[in-house]
């Protein structure tokens, strides 16, 4: 039953991923991605890491995509904004950095694959408290840190946002 | 047996929150034909027997289901079709990780009245709910219609606005209770405060209820929060709807008043305990007993959990008939400028008193 429910929701997640990419309307695209962030989020569940699950879901599926979702409703899908020709500029960059991404996960492999043999362990890392003390404790600094640049990044868009008279 | 148990649970609360939604539909009627010294709707009838009107939410399922269902030809037939459907789904799916009764042992059997029992059942909910919003927004752009998509657009400013107003408010439930399990949350609530007073949550955090009930009913849709919809101007996301699919989008609106009733009574007003009832019975602080059977603890908190969710409940539609709706700029400014800074005042000073008392 759990491996079913791995594989049906790992092809689901593969799957929307490629509509991603495939996908010429930019709004199945968008919703492909939150179908792919979801199916991802039961995989999460499924390690045990509820809360990482949740997060997933409440930033990624809902938050973040809500804002994706805004901008293609807003703009019209035949404007130059989603013109094949200015995507294309853009896609040369895309197999070198397919390529880096791909060489990323094929050197992680192996390591990852050593440390869940043990995956009872992989789920007390994903709980809230394991993941709070080491947040709050080791990572302070860089947890500070990166709350202050989301800070910064906010008030940008906001100076950006309106217009100064 | 295990599975019935299961089985049980699902359907009875799965059948308590659609009962007391459709209830709602009609209450929303008689009560504000009360309120405005009118009679309301009392012609559906069979046989002659009329039963206040409550016959009213048959009559309206019927008429639902039988009438035409309609597409805009400019419309997306897929998205159209899903976006109700995804709107009811994750309003329903949130109550699963709510717990509408404690853990009993019955003859042998361990009964634990919570669907889903997650060590992070709040954020499951907050999940859901801000996967709900999907429903609105694309059954605002797929119809193919400026005002439903104002509406669906208007919808989503405001549930992202007030989720985070909500969101801030339940830290300070969460720092006092220390769990995000909502059923850890309910048993914690039994406990008392100097030997008499429940430690309910709305007592221990004032104006994060406060703030929470606002952001609650500003997540319903409803008035005086109801600019996405705004039946007197732009009708909102649910304009080129009709049939059972505007039904859906419509039971759904109480749906939610019923889950911001259900989260209200869990975090804030005890859940499923009722002052002074343990698993053998009453026991008062002032001396004195009264002992009670498994069962009848059960039911007696079962029922509590019941009442507070309909006196909620009804609390809502007093609100939604008595203040007059808010404009969008004095919707948001509530929202950013007051809500927002009161709630994360509330986790600073609530962040405070826990030190003090903790030392």
Redo the contacts between chains.
């Keep these: 039953m759990e491996q079913l429910v791995f594989y049906l929701f790992a092809t689901i997640a593969v799957v929307a991923g490629l509509v991603v990419v495939l996908q010429r309307k930019a709004i199945y695209s968008a919703l492909a991605l939150i179908v792919c962030f979801g199916s991802i989020a039961v995989l999460f569940y499924q390690l045990g890491a509820f809360f990482i699950a949740a997060i997933q879901v409440i930033v990624y599926a809902g938050a973040i995509m809500v804002m994706f979702l805004f901008v293609v409703m807003l703009i019209d899908p035949e404007s130059e904004f989603f013109s094949f020709n200015r995507i294309r500029r853009v896609s040369v960059l895309a197999l070198p950095m397919s390529a880096v991404l791909a060489l990323i996960l094929l050197w992680a492999m192996p390591v990852l694959r050593e440390s869940d043999t043990n995956s009872q362990s992989l789920a007390q890392k994903g709980s809230i408290e394991v993941i709070a003390r080491s947040l709050f404790s080791d990572y302070l600094l860089p947890f500070e840190v990166t709350s202050i640049l989301i800070l910064v990044a906010v008030l940008g868009a906001m100076v950006l946002a309106k217009k100064v008279d | 047996m295990e599975y019935a148990i299961d089985v049980g649970k699902v359907l009875f609360w799965f059948s308590s929150i659609m009962g007391l939604a459709s209830i709602l539909t009609w209450m929303e009627r008689k009560q504000s034909a009360v309120m405005q010294d009118r009679i309301g709707a009392n012609r559906a009838d069979i046989f002659g027997f009329r039963i206040l009107g409550l016959f009213h939410i048959i009559a309206d399922s019927i008429k639902m289901f039988t009438k035409q269902d309609f597409v805009p030809a400019q419309g997306n037939r897929i998205l159209h079709t899903v976006a109700p459907m995804i709107a009811l789904f994750f309003a329903l799916v949130g109550f699963a990780a709510v717990p509408f009764g404690g853990t009993y042992e019955i003859a042998g059997y361990t009964v634990s009245l919570q669907v889903l029992d997650?060590?992070?059942g709040l954020?499951?909910v907050?999940?859901?709910m801000?996967?709900g919003?999907?429903g609105f927004?694309?059954g605002g752009?797929a119809s193919a219609n400026n005002y439903a998509?104002l509406g669906?657009?208007r919808a989503?400013g405001q549930m992202?606005s007030y989720e985070i107003t909500m969101g801030a408010t339940v830290i300070g439930t969460i720092m006092v209770y220390g769990t995000?399990s909502l059923q850890q949350m309910n048993i914690a609530q039994g406990e008392l405060l100097f030997g008499w007073i429940p430690a309910w949550g709305i007592l221990l955090q004032p104006l994060g209820c406060i703030l929470f009930v606002t952001a609650a009913l500003a997540e319903t849709k409803r008035v005086p929060f109801d600019v996405p919809e705004g039946e007197s101007e732009i009708i909102g996301y649910f304009v080129e709807y009709s049939g059972m699919r505007f039904g859906m989008f419509f039971l759904t609106d109480f749906i939610e008043t019923v889950l911001a009733a259900v989260l209200t009574t869990t975090l804030f007003f005890g859940g499923w305990q009722v002052p002074y009832l343990y698993a053998g019975g009453f026991e008062f602080p002032w001396g004195g007993s009264f002992e009670l059977p498994v069962v009848a603890v059960m039911l007696l908190q079962v029922g509590a959990f019941m009442a507070k969710v309909f006196t909620l409940c009804f609390i809502f539609l007093l609100i939604r008939w008595t203040l007059p709706r808010f404009r969008w700029d004095q919707l948001m400014r509530l929202g950013w400028t007051i809500m927002l800074p009161l709630s994360i005042l509330n986790i600073v000073v609530t962040g405070v008193v826990l030190l003090i008392v903790g030392n």
């Design positions: 997650l060590n992070v954020l499951f907050f999940a859901m801000s996967m919003i999907y927004v694309l752009w998509l669906g657009l989503s992202i995000l």
